[in-house]
Structure formats: C-alpha cells, structure tokens
C-alpha cells in the first residue's frame, strides 16, 4: 500500500524499492521503507525526552526527536518497506540479494556512529536493530542521525531517512511529571467517527529529568472499529502521567445488495427492482433504508436519456452508498395516419392503398421499418353465398417496445375471366358455301358479372373466304366482365369459291434442232389458290422415239374446282452415229512411234435417226510421251444431240537415254583410297524406258590414276556412255621405330619415350610425325580396385589413311595420402565431452595404397587438448593431420526455484503466479536455465524446469503444480414455458440457472425458481472455490395465462339494412383482456367476414366467426348467425307485378315485338322506400328457346313507349321499366335487376311470334 508521509519526516524509514525504466526528464517514483507500525501509519514525529521501545516485538522507535542524557543506550530498529513504483511493487533486498543498514552521527563526539547491520529482506518480518550510545561527556544539543541503506538489487535506490536525538543534563530536582500531548490525525465524519485512517502520536516531553517508562505507542487504526481505547503512560523523576483517547472507525460505505441495474432494451412495462442495504459498523443513518425498491415507470425521453431512478443510504459515520435503476420505457404505441380503408370499385389487378405516415416519438420503430407505406390488396376476393367477400390486407407496425398499431385496407378484385360455355371450335372441311355458323355458346361470370348482359348467349357466323388451310376464316366475340376481366370465344371455317391452276412442262427442253437424244418427262403443276389441292395428274415420261408427239393433264382441289392443260411438240432420237479412227505416223520398236502422229475422224447415222453428223477435226501428235503413252479420241453428233467416240493409245520417243558413273569409297582429301574402289553407273530414260546399263567394276590394285567405262541403250535403241578416272589405291600402314613401354612400377614423377616413323608408298601425312617423344604425366586410376596405368599413344597416319600407334604405359601417383582424426564420442554443440576421449585416425590412399598410418591415442579429462597422426602412401607421398581443442566436463549443474507469494489456503489463486529459477555449474558453467515462469492462465499448471551446463549434464526440478483462477464462474439461464407473442408468456416460467467454473468449479449456485405470474428483472450470483464471483440478471419476464373475451352484445341476430351496402361488422363488437398483456392494438378482433351482406331468403343468414388475440397471443372464438334484410326484395319467387305472372309454371305470354312492363314495389329500407334507386338499376337476361303452343296471348302491347330507362312511380310506389321484344326468338325469357349487387327483382314470360 502506498502511503503519503505527513508532518515532517516518516519516523526511521528507509526506502527500498527496484525502480522501473523512467524518462530521465522525470524522477522515478520512490518506495519507502519504515517501521513496522511506522511504515503503516506515515506518522508525524515529535518531541520526546528519552527514547525506549515501544512495542517489544517490533522494536518500532515512535517520534523525530528523542530525549537521551549522556551514558544512555537507544535501540531504534528499522525494517525495509516497499512502495508502489508505478505500480510495480517489489522488495531491492530479496532472493538473496543482501544489503547493509549504516547509521550515521551528525556529531560523533557526542554519538558516535554505531556499526552497519544487514538487511535481507523488506517487511515487518525482516527488522533490523542499531543500537546507539550517547557518549558519558556529551553535552546538551541535538544530534541528527541518518539511516542509509545501500546495496541488494543492481540498479535499485533507496532512500534514507532521519531523526533527531536531544541530549539534556537532568537538574538535580524534577517536582513534575511528564507532559503528554495526544494527536489524532484522520478524517472526521459524523457522530464522532472518522471515515479514514486514523494515527495517534504521542508528545510525551519533561524538561527536567529523564523518562524512564518505555515510549508510548502510536498506533495506526487501518480496520473498521466501534471503538478502541488508545493509552499513554509515562513516568520521570517528576512522578507519572496517563492519558487516553477513544476512537471510533467506520470507512466502509454501506453495502447495498446486486449492483446498479441498466437494462438497453427497450421495453413497454415498468422496470422494478428490490434492493436490501446494512452498515456492520456505524449502522445506517436511517433504519427504513435496509430494503427498498426502485422502480422506474415513466416514459424515457430517448435511447440516450433513459428512465434513471436512484437512492443514497448514508451510514451513520456519514459514508454514503448508492444505487440506480436505469431502464428504456416506451409505453406509447406508433401513430399511423388515416384510418382503415375499404374501395368499393372492382379491380382485376392489385390495388394499392393511400399512403399511410408513421409516427413514432419514444422507443423508435422496429428496424426495418419504412416511415409511409401502402397496403396492397392482391388476392381475389371470395364469395359467401352469392355476397361478395372483399380481399382485406393489413399491416401492424410495431415500435421497440413491442407497443402496435395496426391499418387494414379492402378492395374488391376479381381476376378471374368470365366463363363461356364450350369451346373454340372449328369447320377443318372445306366447303364453297356462302357462310358457316359455330353452335350456340353462353357467358357467365360468378363474381362481378358480365358488363354486358346481352352477351350471355351468342353464336359466331363466318362468311369471307378463307386464306388457307392454316389461315382459316375466323370469327370472335369477347366477353368482360364488370372488373375488366375478359374471355373470347373463336369460331373458324375453311370456305374456298376459287377453281385451282394447272401448268405443265417437259424435261429436257428441246434444242435448237428441235429434237431431244433422250426420255422426255412431262410434269404438272396444280395450285389451290385457297384450299389444297385434292388431285394433280402425274408426270408422264415419253420414252418412244419418234416427232410431234403430246401429253394433257388435270387439276382438282378440295372444293371440287376442275382445270386442264397440254404439252405438245415432243420429237425423240436416242440411237448415236458411228465412229472410227485411222493413226498415220513412223513406227518404232516396242509399239513406239519415233515421229509425229497425225490421227483422222470419220462417222455414219442410221437411216431413221435425225441426221446431219459433225465430226471431230484431224489431230496431230508430236510431243514425246511416257511409257504408259497418250490416249487420243474423236466422236461425231448428230442432229438429236446424241455423240458416238472412238480411241487410240500412242506412244512416243525420241530422246536418248542418260547414264552417270560413281565410286565408292570417295577419296580422301590427298586424293587417296586405303581399300578396293568399286565403280558403278546409273542409267535412266525418260520416255520409253531403259533397254541395258552395262560396266560396273571393283578396282583392288594399289596404284594411281586409274579409270573405268560403262554404256546404257533405252527401249527405242538410243545409247550413251560415261567413265570414273582418278582412282589411286594404297592399303599400307606407316612404319614406327621401337615398340610400345609398359612400366609396372609406382612413381611420382613422369616417364618419356622417342620415337621415328616413315611411310614408301603415299607418303606421310604430316611431316612431323618422322620424329616424335612420349611422356606420361598424369595421376593413374583405379578401376574396380585394380590400377589403371597412365597411358600416352600417338597415331602415325600415311596420305591414303592407313595408321601405325605406338604407346607409352606408366603407374604413376603425384596426391598426398589423406588421413584425419576423430573421436569415439562426439562432443556437444559447445565443444564439450562427457567422458575420457580416444583420438583414432583413418588414413586413405586411392591410387598407389597406403603403405603406414598412425595408431588411436587416448585423453582424459581437460581443455585445449591435441592429437597428432601421419599416412605415407607406396609412391612415397605424406600428410599429417592434428585434432585441437577438445575439452571434457562430467559433472552436473544445479538447480533450485522460489515463488513470488505464499499457496493460499484453498489451494487456487485468483492473481497471476511467478516461479523465479536459480542455476550452478562448477565445471563447464551454466548454458541454459529457465526464465522465470509467469503463470496467468486459468486451470491448474505443472512447473517443471531443467538447467543444463555446456558439457550437456541437465538437472530438473521435481515437477509441481500452481493452480490459478481469475475468472469469475459462467452462469446462465434458460426460461421454461409456453412463448407467446411479444415477449409474453401464456403459462408459468420456470427459471432454470446454469454455473459453470472452467478452472476451480462451481461453489454456489442459484436454485431453479416457478413464476406464476409477472415478475421484475433480477440480479443473482454464482462463485467458484477460488472465491471469484459471476452475476447475471434475469430480465423482467411478462405472463399473461388468460385469454382475452369478445363482447358481442351489441350485434343483434336479425337487422333490417338502411342502406344496400354491406355493414361492417367490428364497430358492433368490442373485446376485453384480463390477463395483463392487454389486446393486440386496433386489429385484435379479426372476423371473418368482415362485413354483413343483405340476404334474399328468409333462410339464409352471414355466419360470424371472430377470434380475439391480446399482445400474449392469447386467443378467443366468437360466432353468430346474423340475417340482414331489406323489405320487398326478391326472396325466393317471382316479384315482378301485373301484367306479369309470379308463377314460375304459369308464364304470362307475349307476343315477339310487343312491350312488356317490368316492374316492382320499392325496396323497404329501415328508414323507408328505397325511392333514389332508378339510375343506377342493373338488368340481366336469360334465354330458354321453347317450342310454344299456346296461342293466347296475356300481353300483345301498351300503350306506354319502350324505354331503356327505369323511372321510379312515387304514386304507386313502383319502379317500371317498358321492355320492347322486338326481334325476339320464342322461347322463355327471365329478368333480374339488381342494386349495388343485391338482387331486388326477378321474374319470367313466355315470347312468341
């Protein structure tokens, strides 16, 4: 702990701490070293008369100046105290780093400096006494003595301290005791605590006489207390004096349980949290502050200015304590602008809403969500009945608190085309009718209807045409509904009225001279120019020779369309004239012509062909051919085109034949053959080939200038000849002097040999080969162990090639032998052996062989040694070779380790553990000892450590293990129950915690706890056996077990409508939730279907069902049968008035073109007739062909117009509208009319011409 020294000087302290690396331009900070009590208390030193000791066991000197009279001992002790250094705090006097104590006398005459002492440790545990003597003569003064310490640690400081030793002369009379002055030095709090520290220092002063009681203690109070006695006493000549102050100490604040709570997740409920507080010491200022509870319930302004709410407890010392509950509230739900939305049109295609804006001031919106949006509507809406159900979307937009507000938006869609009865269909037949017409069809459409009544039954009539077979006359009627929906029905037929064409044509054309040499085919072409054609005549081939020959063809298509044409003008002749050829020319051997050949054409027709025959024109050859020669032709034409030909083969030759001689072998560059020459000739010819190639001959006389001569003749009779001269032979080798040298002794010096050499017949090739030396110098080889001499050879060659060698062989060695020396052990990476040494030496000699080699020396243990070994080889050639510096060690280093703190008693410790290690060698010295080991990582540790010299001897520690736990234990939870929406849960919650401690393992544990309801976040604790604590706080957790209620009251079972439109049912419910969650905002109650339709019969009724959902997801059903009418509407029979009949089996009749009244009583409404209805009445139609017998007529015409329009009749109460029948078929007609889709009116009559 690090103190700051009060008052003048810390009493007989010394500081002793290592200093840490500290920019020179500041001081590094300084450890003290004081006192046992002293170096606790920082006390402040005062005047006494005599110094004693104070505490026996500490020897601890309390004041700065001390009375002693001459002769008097003092025995002052001093210990070392380390200071925090940059918060590194270690002891300069520790693992056997000493140091020495030197007190020293500002005035040795009066106190002479006593001896040094040594220091060897820091701490109360590791005092140290220098006793001190006032000399016997010294007179009254003051003397300063300084404590120096010096030594331990290289690189540390220590800084000394001082007091003052007042010598007095005692008077001969003392009548007075000491005087003795307390001070209290401390924080003062309230009620007489003090809140710090506190110190007491004596003044214990007497002015006359020596005090001879031991020095009063000073006291530093460090620990809480509800109070000490603190006593001085002390007694001199003058008598004895006592005095005593109570202290009371409490600088603990109060403890308050968990910690401060700050939850950064919004929420929508308020946050509470139970807190118990207590003071062991002073207790608490006020008694209700032991429990209480935070709750913070208002709305946050934002996420950087949540709810805050604390509470101070204040002990009675005055120490305060707080706590603080800190939560996002957001209990406001998100403003969408507008209200829901419901578009009465019809629609074929998605439809979008309004824009909706969003609003959203506290928690902030979920993230993600836009701040406008529109709804849009994409499923087709459904019928119930025959009323339509709207398609309904909706959208919740919800803030981070889980706070919701939803819109819906409805629309009517209908994507769906109207139904045609049947299908498109087609006449595939062709025909040449005027017109075709398809069966009759029918169009409905469920859901909006058709926009067109008329065109529930139709038929499609096709006339024009038709292009083709795949472009056929096509007719179509489309049919929409009221949301634009369409569907179209096709009716095609194949109509052709044109006749087909017919062309024809021959192949072959005919030439020029009208006459074809072969078949001739006649084809048609027939086209339909609509539909295909049914028959073409094929084509005809006119095979018969002969003129003026025809063929006629026709032409049907599809529709019965007849056409003819005919080819005429067809003349044949097949049969081609004669034809020979007459050759005129010199004829050779062989079938060869040896001169130009000239070749005659000549050709006949038959009588019955078509005459005039051209032949081809005279032809003359004159170039000369090849063996295979030349095929010439001719050929006459006649008139049809028609050729006949004849051919001859030629061959021609008129040149001579080429012969080439050659010899083999060639002749050297002298001009010179060493062997046999044979002579040969080749002979070619280009045309009518070789007859004879005569001459080959093979030279074998030696000599010079000789020659040969061959002839060649072709196959025609022509010769050439050729001759090979310059042939000159000598097949004599050079003659050498002397013969070849084998010397078989080894040497190392070279061998040389002289020789003369000499050639009669071609000469020598070079001049110097008649005199030459030779001389073997090079090292001779091994090969497979045996030696392979040095050999040296020179060729002797004449001018022809022939050779003579003559060779030199010697065994000849020039390399040192190779010797080198090793030991039978090898030594470390030091250079260091283990054990005595034997020196052996391998000699080698690859070419002559050893002829000695030095024998194995042995050493023993010692540094810088040598041995020295020589090989000599059989050519006479040495080497040496020594081996220096060897050095042997054999004894082991030592090794011991210290720890920087005591095992704690639970065997873990919770800060991190250093092993400092201390390594010996006597012989080879220290090469590795480990560094100190830091342990920091949780789990237990194994310490092992090993020193090794530089011979190699190692040397270990026995391996032991630190365990170490820093970190707090895991702990966790997991909720248990039935989730349901918005963070709720519809069932109870069991909390289930789970601790888990990786090093030291789980101590404490909270227990498993069952919520039945609602609960506040909470803060629990786990710890491991190291004494580390975890804590995890349990958010608050919302349950809500009941499902909310529908309040359907205000629904009735029957209503009669005010209107024709549809009535929206969730204004007549409302709905109630018990549970706590609350309802699930403005869309909580859905139903199905949303609005109630009118009803035509009394037996039908809108089915309600409707499900309620509170924020939990708690759910409810609703149901109801409700009937909605409207008076006077169709309800099942017919309700047109006279003159029509209402039953169905008794139709009024009328005749085809007559007008007929439709009309019916005012709806009833709620608030009465329906009178405004006129424009805005719907009819549709229906048609049933009838064969009608009945020949009385009800209605034959009125004297009212035909009008489109319905009127409404106030005086009757009726709606009329005058029906014309004008062109209708007979057959049953039935009426609807209807308002905004409710069917108001029906009714049937018969129609006949």
Known sequence: MKRTLGGLFLALTLAACSQSDTPSSAPAPEAKASTPEAAASSPVLRRLDTVTLVNVTNHVVSGGRISRTPGQTGNPSFYMAETSNDNQNNCNFNNGQKGTLTLTSSDVSKIPNPPTVEITGCGTANPVTIPYTVASGATAGEVTLTATATGGHAGSTNTPTSFIVEIIIPSGTDTSPPVIVPTVTGTQGLNDWYTSDVQVVWSVTDGQSAITTRECPTPLIETDTNGTTVTCSATSAGGTSTRSVFIKRDATAPVISDANIVNTTWRKTNLSAAFTASDPTSGLATSTDDSFTLVASSESASATQPTVVSKTVRDAAGNVATRTVSALIDKTAPSVSGSDVTDPAWHKADVVSPTFTITETGSGLVDGTPSSFTLTAKDESTLSGTTVVPTTVSRTITDKAGNATIRTFSAKIDRTSPVISGSDTSVTTWTNSASVSSDPFTASDPLSGLADARLASFTLTATAESESATAPTLVSQTVTDAAGNSAVRTFSALIDRTAPTITGSRSPLAPPSGWNNANVTVSFSCDGTRSDVASCTTSQTVSTEGANQSVTGTVTDQAGNRATTTVTGISIDKTAPMVALALAGTAGLNDWYRSAVEVTTT???????????????????????????????????????????????????????????????????????????????????????????????????????????????????????????????????????????????????????????????????????????????????????????????????????????????????????????????????????????????????????????????????????????????????????????????????????????????????????????????????????????????????????????????????????????????????????????????????????????????????????????????????????????????????????????????????????????????????????????????????????????????????????????????????????????????????????????????????????????????????????????????????????????????????????????????????????????????????????????????????????
Request: some cysteine; proline content about 4%.
């Open 603 to 1249: 050709g006949t027709d038959t009588a019955s062909g078509s005459g005039g025959v051209n032949c081809s024109a005279k032809q003359t050859l004159s170039d000369e051919t090849g063996s295979a020669g030349v095929t010439v032709s001719g050929s006459c034409t006649d008139a049809a085109g028609n050729t006949g030909s004849d051919s001859e083969t030629v061959k021609i030759d008129r040149t001579a034949p080429t012969i080439t001689g050659s010899r083999t072998p060639a002749a050297n560059a002298q001009g010179w053959n060493n062997d046999n020459v044979a002579v040969s000739f080749t002979c070619t010819d280009a045309r009518s080939g070789m007859g004879s190639c005569l001459g080959n001959k093979t030279v074998t006389t030696e000599g010079a200038d000789q020659s040969v001569t061959g002839t060649a003749t072709d196959n025609a009779g022509n010769s050439a000849t050729a001759t090979v001269g310059s042939i000159s032979i000598d097949k004599t080798a050079p003659e050498i002097s002397g013969a070849d040298v084998n010397d078989t002794i080894w040497r190392k010096t070279p061998l040389s040999v002289s020789f003369t050499a000499n050639d009669d017949t071609s000469g020598l090739e070079t001049s110097t080969d008649a005199s030459f030396s030779l001389t073997a110098t090079a090292d001779s080889t091994r090969v497979n162990g045996n030696p392979v001499p040095t050999t040296v050879s020179r060729t002797v060659k004449d001018k022809a090639g022939n050779t003579a060698v003559r060779t030199v062989n010697a065994l000849i060695d020039t390399a040192k032998p190779t010797i080198s020396g090793s030991t039978d052990s090898r030594a470390n990476d030091k250079g260091w052996y283990t054990a005595d040494v034997t020196v052996s030496f391998q000699c080698a000699d690859a070419l002559s062989g050893l002829k000695s080699c030095s024998a194995s020396q042995k050493l023993t243990e010692g540094a810088d040694q040598s041995a020295t070994g020589t090989a000599t080889d059989n050519a006479g050639n040495n080497e040496t070779a020594t081996l220096n510096g060897l050095k042997i060690d054999t004894s082991k280093p030592t090794i011991d380790y210290t720890l920087s703190s005591p095992v704690p008693a639970s065997g873990w410790y919770t800060s991190d553990v250093t092993v400092t290690f201390t390594c010996a060698d006597s012989v080879s010295g220290v090469a590795s000892c480990p560094k100190a080991i830091t342990v920091s990582a949780d789990g237990p540790t194994e310490i092992t450590g090993s020193v090794t010299d530089q011979a190699g001897h190692s040397a270990s520690i026995t391996p032991f293990t630190i365990q170490l736990d820093k970190t707090a234990p895991a702990i966790s939870y997991v909720l248990r129950g039935t989730t349901g929406k918005n963070g709720w849960y519809t069932s109870d919650v069991i909390i289930d915690y789970t601790c888990t401690d990786a090093a030291s393992g789980v101590n404490t544990c909270p227990a498993d706890t069952t919520l039945t309801s609602s609960a506040a976040s909470q803060l629990h604790t786990a710890t491991d056996k190291a004494g580390n604590s975890g804590k995890v706080t349990v958010e608050a957790i919302n349950i809500d077990k009941i499902a909310p209620v529908i309040d359907g009251s205000k629904l009735p079972t029957s209503i009669h409508a005010s209107s024709f439109t549809a009535i929206p049912l969730l204004p007549l419910l409302s709905a109630t939730d018990s549970g706590g969650s609350g309802l699930a905002g403005s869309g909580a109650i859905t139903c199905n279907p949303t609005n109630l339709a009118i009803n035509n019969l009394s037996t039908e009724t809108n089915s309600v069902s409707c499900t309620v959902e509170d924020l939990a997801g708690n759910t409810s059903k609703f149901e109801q049968k409700v009937r909605v009418y409207i008076g006077n509407i169709w309800s099942g029979t017919h309700n047109f008035l006279s003159p029509l009949k209402s039953d169905p089996s008794d139709l009024s009749l009328a005749k085809s073109g007559s007008t007929v009244p439709l009309k019916f009583t005012a709806p009833q409404l709620a608030t009465g007739p329906a009178v405004g209805l006129a424009k805005e009445l719907t009819i549709s139609r229906g048609f049933k062909a009838l064969s009608i017998t009945d020949k009385s007529y009800e209605i034959t015409d009125v004297t009212l117009a035909s009008t489109a329009d319905w009127r409404y009749d106030a005086a009757s109460n009726h709606y009329i509208h005058n029906l014309s029948t004008k062109g209708f078929a007979a057959g049953e007609y039935t009426y609807e009319v209807r308002y905004n889709g409710v069917l108001i009116a029906r009714g049937a009559f018969n129609v006949k011409p």
